[in-house]
């Protein structure tokens, strides 16, 4: 299997219906309010935490993985699971869009949880961990200039995990297109025996 300095995965985290604000929204009663389906199959905690990163890294490896207010806590410990070594939080600020998702507060913001193994690369300093982006057309999908800040700062070969297109420079997995490489996605049934302790303290 082709060992990777850099990947990043953008997992498809399981949210059943998106898009409907709870009863105890002010805008619970709006005729917008309504479920809608996710445009792509999700995984469970333990499907995304039997992907084979360990497998795909390199003896010194850069992960970034995108997650979101909800999955954040549970992120942490994935890291760990996979024998990453944490490093810090990249946050992506968002407009405001009025509706869905959240509680007291709507969401504005995801994230990047970064890790690493083995030795940092040399590369020249960012002097940010947030940035103001405007979202893309399509749901889910992240801006390039994330992709962007990566490569100033992570070594080649790089692999992007769950992509929705190529990118010059990198391989490519992903179920909306044709992949550079084979993953193979092991099944609940074939995790570590650790994994059911290790979701069950997310």
Avoid at 14 to 24: D, E, F, I, R, V
Avoid at 159 to 186: K, Q
């Amino acid at each position: 299997m082709q060992k990777y300095r850099t990947i990043v995965a953008d997992p498809p985290w399981k949210y059943g219906k998106w898009g409907k604000a709870s009863q105890n929204s002010i805008f619970a009663n709006s005729p917008h309010n309504v479920d809608i389906a996710l445009p792509y199959p999700s995984m469970s905690l333990e499907e995304i935490a039997a992907l084979p990163i360990p497998e795909l890294a390199d003896t010194d490896c850069e992960l970034y993985v995108w997650t979101t207010q909800k999955y954040l806590p549970h992120t942490f410990p994935l890291l760990e699971k996979w024998g990453f070594k944490y490093c810090e939080v990249l946050t992506w600020c968002k407009e405001p869009r009025g509706t869905g998702q959240g509680g007291l507060f709507t969401p504005t913001t995801e994230f990047i949880v970064h890790g690493r193994i083995g030795k940092m690369p040399k590369k020249q300093r960012i002097d940010s961990t947030w940035w103001k982006v405007a979202r893309p057309n399509v749901h889910s999908r992240k801006p390039e200039s994330f992709q962007d800040i990566i490569e100033q700062v992570s070594d080649a070969p790089r692999l992007e995990m769950f992509a929705r297109r190529y990118r010059l420079g990198w391989d490519s997995f992903g179920n909306e297109i044709e992949s550079h490489v084979e993953i193979p996605l092991r099944s609940p049934t074939q995790r570590e025996p650790d994994l059911k302790l290790l979701v069950g303290k997310i």
